[in-house]
C-alpha cells in the first residue's frame, strides 16, 4: 500500500514538471529561454537556471550564444553537478539552411558549439528558406523537403526529438501526411493575449507537444531594433493577473506561467536575471483552480507581437492568410 501511494506522488510530481513527447521521451515543462540572452549575460544565466533546478535551456543558432551554453554544461558534467541525460536542450535550425542536404551539416555545428553529442530536441525554426546571408527568400523549398532532411538527422541520433516552430496548422497538416516521424513539438508565440486555442488543438490532435515562446508576453523584445515593434497591453499588468498574484501571494509572471502550464503547454521565460530567473521557477508549489484557469482564458484577446514581416511574400510565410 505504501509502495502504492509513493508510486502515485511521484507519478503525480512528475507529471506536473514534464510533459511526454509522442515518442515517449520527457520534456521539461518549464526551461530557460536564451533569446536576446548576450554571450557575456548567457553563461551565469544558465548557471543561476541549472542551480535553482532548470532542466531545459531553449537556444538557437541564431541566437549567437549556443558556445556560451555549451562552455557551461561542459563545466558542470566535468565537475559532476550534472548528468548529460538529466538536462534537455532545445536548438533551432535557422532559415538560411532549409535545403535538407544542409541540414545534418548544420545540427552538427550547433552540437560542436555545445559541446553535445546530441541535442534533446531539434526545431525548424521558421518555414522559410532564404539565401545563406539572409539576402533574399528563397523559393525553392517547400517545408515537406526540410523535414525530410530533418528527419535523417533524427535517424542517425543526433537529436532525440524534431519539431517545428513558427508554422502555420496547414504547414503542420502537410509535414504529418508526409512524415516518417512525426512532429514532437511545436513552439509558438503564446501568452495570455495570444493564447493560440484553435492551434493548440490541431497539435492535440496529431499528439503534438506544444511551447509558449514569449509566455511572459516578452517585455524585452524593444531591444531587438530589427523590428518596429507595434505598441501593445502588457500581460504582466493585466488586472486577472494581479488580482491572482494578490490571492495565491505569486507574482504576475508566476501566474502568467502557472496558467500555461496547467493548460499543458511548457514555457521558456527568458531571464538573464539572477532573481527572475528564481522567480520563474517557482511555480510548482500552488494550483490555479478551474474557475480561475477558465477566467485567465476569457481575457479578450490580442494581437500577435511577432509578426514576422520579413516572411511576406513567400510563398511559406506562415502568416499570409491573416496579413
Ligand atoms: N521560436 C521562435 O521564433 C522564438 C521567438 C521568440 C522567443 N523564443 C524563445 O522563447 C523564449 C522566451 O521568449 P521571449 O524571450 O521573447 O519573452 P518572455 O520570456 O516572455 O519575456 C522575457 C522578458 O521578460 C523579462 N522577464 C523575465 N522574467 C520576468 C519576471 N519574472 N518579471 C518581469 N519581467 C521578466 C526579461 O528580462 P530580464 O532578462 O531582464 O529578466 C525579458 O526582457 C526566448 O528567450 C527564446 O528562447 C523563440
Not at 48 to 67: H, M, Q
Not at 122 to 139: E, G, I, R
Not at 286 to 299: D, P
Amino acid at each position: 500500500m505504501l509502495t502504492f501511494i509513493l508510486c502515485t506522488c511521484q507519478l503525480l510530481s512528475w507529471m506536473s514538471t514534464h510533459v511526454e513527447l509522442s515518442n515517449g521521451i520527457k520534456m521539461p515543462v518549464l526551461g530557460l529561454g536564451t533569446w536576446l540572452s548576450k554571450p557575456e549575460e548567457v553563461e551565469d544565466a544558465v548557471r543561476n537556471a541549472i542551480d535553482v533546478g532548470y532542466r531545459l535551456i531553449d537556444t538557437a543558432a541564431c541566437y549567437g550564444n549556443e558556445a556560451e551554453i555549451g562552455k557551461v554544461l561542459k563545466e558542470y558534467f566535468e565537475e559532476g553537478k550534472l548528468k548529460r541525460e538529466d538536462i534537455f536542450i532545445t536548438t533551432k535550425l535557422w532559415c538560411t539552411h532549409l535545403h535538407p542536404n544542409e541540414i545534418e551539416a548544420e545540427l552538427r555545428e550547433s552540437l560542436k558549439k555545445l559541446q553535445l553529442d546530441y541535442v534533446d530536441l531539434y526545431l525548424v525554426h521558421m518555414p522559410t528558406a532564404f539565401s545563406s546571408d539572409m539576402s533574399a527568400q528563397d523559393h525553392s523549398v517547400k517545408v515537406e523537403d526540410t523535414w525530410k532532411g530533418v528527419e535523417e538527422a533524427y535517424k542517425k541520433g543526433l537529436a532525440r526529438s524534431i519539431g517545428v516552430s513558427n508554422f502555420s496548422a496547414d504547414q503542420i497538416h502537410r509535414i504529418q501526411k508526409i512524415a516518417s516521424v512525426p512532429i514532437h513539438n511545436n513552439q509558438v508565440e503564446l501568452h495570455l493575449y495570444f493564447p493560440q486555442f484553435e492551434l493548440q488543438e490541431v497539435c492535440n490532435q496529431y499528439k503534438i507537444s506544444l511551447t509558449a515562446y514569449a509566455p511572459l508576453g516578452s517585455p524585452g523584445r524593444v531591444n531587438f531594433n530589427l523590428v518596429n515593434w507595434e505598441k501593445s497591453p502588457n500581460p504582466l499588468e493585466n488586472d486577472v493577473v494581479l488580482k491572482l498574484a494578490q490571492k495565491y501571494h505569486k507574482t504576475p509572471a508566476q501566474i502568467l506561467l502557472r496558467h500555461l502550464i496547467q493548460r499543458k503547454i511548457a514555457v521558456i521565460p527568458k531571464s538573464v536575471n539572477a532573481s527572475r530567473i528564481k522567480e520563474n521557477f517557482e511555480v510548482f508549489d500552488f494550483s490555479l483552480t478551474v474557475e480561475e484557469i477558465n477566467e485567465l482564458n476569457s481575457v479578450p484577446r490580442g494581437k500577435r507581437l511577432f509578426k514576422q514581416e520579413f516572411l511576406i511574400g513567400h510563398p511559406e510565410d506562415p502568416m499570409k492568410d491573416e496579413r
